[in-house]
């Protein structure tokens, strides 16, 4: 079965410096990989995403997700950390259902926090 | 830019009560999902529905839910007796051709 770990709960950092959140999964075939951002009192926001091809992906806000298959890991950056980026960040694997359509499998999520 | 629509944001409700949690998907999208995140926990798969059928559902789903596309717009998720371990924030998702979910901002229900 699919497993999403999330090995930091909490990360504080400084307004303006650099960010790396960890995310590690567990599936058997090529993974579906999504990152999802969830402020206080918000829905999920999807941040960005990873299917094929370059391992490399861009997404919204400035964040960018590095796939590395070898060590089944995706993991979030950010090179300058804004104080409105505080939230809560969530790493998700999504799987095909034969009935059509795909689910997500979520880590527990990282807690973000911004000094200002 | 089109969004998926949860109603209520926030549901109190006795338990033992039927309630009833309504979502207004993406138009043209075709596959609809419901997930719940107990306070402090992860998000959890519940239910995936496509061609007004349910194609998936995890073993939360229990025969006390059920989900319902009543009129081609509306996605409802029905518990019908809440027990107070239903407590959750409860989202809505739905997809299109692409392969990413877009998520409503969830109803929190409390069940007292």
């Known amino acids: 079965a699919q497993s999403v770990t999330q090995p930091d709960i909490h990360i504080t950092v400084s307004e303006g410096a650099s960010l790396e959140l960890r995310c590690n999964y567990s599936?058997?075939?090529?993974?579906?990989l999504f990152w999802y951002v969830q402020s206080p009192g918000q829905g999920l926001q999807l941040l960005l995403k990873?299917?094929?091809?370059?391992?490399l992906v861009q997404g919204i806000k400035g964040f960018e997700a590095e796939f590395k298959r070898s060590q089944s890991s995706f993991n979030l950056r950010k090179p300058s950390v804004h104080w409105s980026d505080a939230a809560e960040y969530f790493c998700a694997v999504g799987t095909i259902l034969t009935g059509g359509g795909n689910k997500l499998t979520f880590g527990t999520g990282t807690q973000l926090k911004v000094e200002l | 830019e089109p969004e998926v629509t949860q109603t209520p944001s926030h549901q109190v409700t006795q338990m033992g009560q039927e309630v009833i949690l309504r979502c207004v998907p993406i138009s043209n999208h075709l596959y609809f999902y419901w997930y719940r995140q107990i306070l402090g926990q992860k998000v959890e798969f519940l239910v995936s529905?496509?061609?007004?059928?349910?194609?998936?559902k995890s073993e939360i789903f229990d025969d006390q839910f059920s989900v319902e596309r009543p009129d081609g717009s509306n996605f409802t998720l029905k518990i019908r007796s809440t027990k107070l371990e239903d407590s959750a924030m409860y989202f809505c998702?739905?997809?299109?051709?692409?392969?990413?979910?877009?998520f409503g901002q969830g109803t929190r229900l409390t069940v007292v």
């Open positions: 998702a739905s997809r299109g051709q692409g392969s990413e979910a877009f």
């Open positions: 599936y058997g075939a090529t993974p579906y």
């Open positions: 990873y299917f094929s091809g370059d391992t």
């Open positions: 529905f496509y061609n007004n059928e349910i194609s998936e």
